[in-house]
């Protein structure tokens, strides 16, 4: 199991880095936003610059596996080689794992930029301790993000899915209140945020990276519930789909 998740992994890495734009896109919306944003008018602030970057690590979570799965499978099932891939004997799970250590990858690229450009032109500042503690959870709130992002690719063709996850991009951002300082969205969407994926995300990441902000039992609860969803429709998904295939 672990050598032939590993060489699907590979496949899909070196396939994805046969267009290096697709890189790049990933970690350019992040990077272009804390520098528009968040360095001149947070910069100076450590608290409101750590804040600031924990929301653009978030960010970055969410476009690149959004993105990277919503299009990228539907892509991959538009050609050929999707159904003979389908039909041999390791089946459908070391497909899936492969395509997670990429998205994985494809999220350390995007976050690179972020951390460098807080660490070299803000006041952002972050413990020894909680920095690990960052990572770890970072590497945990991809998982609902990843299986959105395969609900939609398994789910729709690949133009609709280009179309829903540019819908989907931006109210999440803005809803989830990564955009804006803790407390400093409008009312309804402070109301709202904790019950949306990136608001869980993101109150998740704030507290493992910020001294002294309370975690949010709630926020966090209701993030579970979307991972459980979204396994769900992403299995679903992949089985209708197989079953159109080969049924």
């Given amino acids: 199991m672990t050598a032939l ?14 267009i290096p734009i697709a890189v790049v896109g990933s970690a350019f919306w992040p990077a272009a936003t804390m520098l528009a944003f968040v360095v001149p008018f947070a910069g100076d602030d450590p608290v409101a610059s750590t804040f600031a970057t924990v929301s653009m690590i978030t960010f970055a979570v969410m476009n690149t596996n959004l993105f990277q799965y919503g299009i990228g499978v539907s892509e991959d099932r538009a050609q050929p080689w999707d159904p003979y891939v389908r039909t041999l004997p390791a089946g459908a ?43 770890a959870v970072c590497a945990l709130i991809s998982v609902p993000f990843i299986l959105m992002g395969l ?9 609709a899915a280009l179309v829903v996850a540019q819908i989907l991009f931006l109210p999440l951002a803005f809803g989830g209140g990564l955009l804006t300082p803790p407390g400093g969205a409008p009312g309804f969407i402070e109301t709202l ?38 396994g769900i ?15």
């Fill in 5 to 18: 998740t590993l060489t699907h992994a590979k496949f899909s890495t070196l396939e994805l880095f046969r």
């Fill in 93 to 135: 799970t070391p497909r899936f794992l492969g395509r997670i250590l990429t998205g994985l990858l494809m999220m350390v690229f995007s976050l690179t930029p972020v951390v460098l450009i807080a660490a070299l032109f803000t006041e952002a500042t972050v413990s020894p301790a909680a920095f690990v503690t960052a990572v």
């Fill in 151 to 159: 609900s939609i690719g398994y789910s729709l063709p690949q133009k």
């Fill in 193 to 230: 945020a904790p019950y949306l994926p990136t608001g869980g995300a993101a109150r998740l990441m704030w507290w493992a990276a910020v001294d002294d902000f309370p975690f949010d039992l709630k926020a966090t609860l209701a993030l579970l519930g979307w991972t459980v969803l979204f």
């Fill in 233 to 247: 429709l992403a299995v679903w998904a992949y089985r209708r789909d197989e079953g159109r295939r080969f049924g």
